[in-house]
């Protein structure tokens, strides 16, 4: 999850999900149920895998960049 601009809130979560099969729709209804309303996503992306560095951690610069 990282942040993305949002006029009312300054910044708003937007999800990347490496979920083969599911939708956006899924994840941000699961969220619905689960979060307050400031966390559920503004957006999601699903991918076949997350970004990582050459060590196997998640490359945040990669996350932002995809997200935006």
């Known amino acids: 999850v990282a942040g993305?601009?949002?006029a009312a809130l300054g910044e708003r979560p937007f999800a990347l999900v490496?979920?083969?099969?599911?939708?956006?729709?899924?994840v941000v209804a699961a969220c619905?149920?689960?979060?307050?309303?400031?966390?559920?996503?503004?957006?999601?992306?699903i991918v076949d895998a997350l970004p990582a560095t050459s060590s196997?951690?998640?490359?945040?610069?990669?996350?932002?960049f995809l997200v935006s």
């Open 32 to 45: 619905r149920s689960a979060f307050p309303p400031f966390k559920v996503p503004a957006g999601v992306l």
């Open 18 to 26: 490496e979920w083969p099969g599911g939708t956006p729709e899924a």
């Open 4 to 6: 993305v601009p949002d």
């Open 56 to 64: 196997g951690n998640i490359a945040w610069e990669r996350v932002r």
